[in-house]
């Protein structure tokens, strides 16, 4: 512009041809139909390297101009274009700071969340194991079946497990109490979630053995004892394979969040709405300064200290483990949903700096970018969720490990295909996520009006029924899980003494543990 008011023209035009371009074909891309993709290639830390340079180069470009227009000025021109020369230096140098702090910021969040090697754990060959007390031997009748491979040809699934751990200051366990497995069909369009309790014990593993202690206290256990499996390179790619087996369903890598992180995930964002059909009230909750939690049914527009309240709490009366997991998952698609829209652009670099904090992951960036505008569009009438409950596990009354459940193998086979059909396909008999709701959002949560009820002996479990020909409970359930193993006391992450497998003792606890958790 300032070549042009002198006079200039084909020396503005020259100069602003390149910069103009560049931003013609930013825009293209991002009206675009393929714009989430695109934009989803800035989680790649290479990318945001290039991006970098290029927004070095473009400012030095600009600056080129600014100087080359106040150098043709003469006279009292010259006079009157210092000023406007310090305005234009201004205009550009701020901008074009903000834009390379943002990308700087986002390259290395996206090399903390990237920063996890190797995929799922794979072992090779036979393998060959001493005797060990965490270990049992998996039968070799009623087995899932092994994890198919996905087809080389066409669309095909893509399968994640999702992490949640309770890890931070004040926590001494290391503990994945939220296990998800979630999976896209692209060729159906869906998405379709899988939760597993976090007191499932005797889970097979790929290798022949299975894990005697409490699946939420294998990726502690494992990092601890890498040697007991050759070739893994993490505890979480550990967890990832014995779920696979579990499941009979190939995992394709792995994202663990942790849940304290959530809350500036979320109110970067702007906070979530939810739809609450159950109302709960818990007066013990003293987490993220609340003291005790209610929330009622209606529509609720949650901050993340509010989120996390709601995805956590699983004491109050009515809820458990497992209404927990359905909540979680809710928190999840809600904020995806809020993400899309473009919820973060509220505060770009706050998002940024808590996702690099909030994840980690084994997948690879280009494999996300590929699949986050498929995942992007899906409806929440193609969202499909179910909780790995009973009858497909079963509690087992006195055992030394505490309040425990255990898989029934064929049992979680036929519900793996029922929720997991083949590609293409949606799944019959499993509810879609419910819809967002509709009208305003309530920001006040209700005040807590509950008790916390007095401490009662525990009354003793009766023993889970004979399983049967369906799939679907034939009689009321076992009670819900209580007790959590109890905090280590190392400051270090560690499986807990009740978490972690240990030799049988000789007499048995007569009721569940006491919560950690």
Known sequence: ????????????????????????????????????????????????????????????????????????GRGATRG???????????????PSGYAAYLTETAREASQDVFSPSGQVW??????????????????????????????TEGPSRYTVLLIGVDWGPGRTTFLTDTMIVASLDPAAGAVEMLSVPRDLVDVPLPDGRVFRGKINSLVAYAEHNLRKFPGADSGQSVLAAAI??????????????????FVSVIDAIGGINVTVENGFCDARYREYGFNGFAIGEGRYHLDGEGALAYARIRKAAGESDF????????????????IV??????????????????????IEPAALAELAEPAAGIARDHIFQKILTYPNIHYVAGD??????????????????????PVGTLPVG??????????????????VDCYVPKSTPAPTPTPSPSPTLSDEPSGPPPPSPSGSPTPSPSGSPAPSPSGSPAPTPTAAPSGPSPSAS
């Not at 794979?122 to 087809?151: H, I, N, W």
């Not at 579990?246 to 969040?257: H, K, M, N, P, S």
């Not at 209404?323 to 809020?338: E, F, Y």
């Not at 505060?347 to 904090?357: L, T």
């Open 1 to 72: 512009m300032g070549q042009l008011a002198l006079g200039a023209r084909r020396a503005g035009l020259a100069l602003a041809l390149p910069p103009l371009a560049l931003g013609v074909v930013v825009v293209v891309a991002l009206l675009g139909p393929n714009r989430i993709g695109i934009l989803a290639q800035l989680i790649d830390p290479g990318v945001l390297a290039a991006l970098l340079g290029l927004q070095l180069a473009l400012l030095a470009w600009r600056l080129a101009s600014v100087g080359d227009a106040f150098r043709r």
């Open 80 to 94: 009157k274009g210092a000023a406007v020369t310090a305005l234009a230096l201004a205009l550009v140098l701020v």
């Open 122 to 151: 794979a072992p090779t060959g036979r393998q060959l194991f001493e005797p060990d007390d965490d270990f049992g031997v998996a039968p070799t009748a009623g087995a899932t079946a092994s994890p198919e491979p996905s087809p």
């Open 244 to 261: 696979q087996q579990l499941l009979g369903l190939q995992i394709d890598g792995w994202a663990q969040v942790n849940l304290p992180n």
């Open 323 to 338: 209404t927990r997991a359905a909540r979680q998952a809710q928190v999840i698609v809600a904020a995806r949903d809020r």
């Open 341 to 362: 829209a473009g919820g973060f652009l509220a505060d770009p670099g706050k998002f940024i700096r808590s996702m690099g904090k909030l994840v980690s992951t084994s």
């Open 400 to 421: 030394p490990r505490g309040w425990i459940v255990v898989p029934d193998l064929p049992r979680i086979e036929r519900l793996v295909a029922r929720v997991f059909p």
């Open 430 to 447: 499993i509810d879609p996520m419910p819809e967002e709701g509709d009208g305003p959002a309530r920001k006040k949560l209700p005040a």
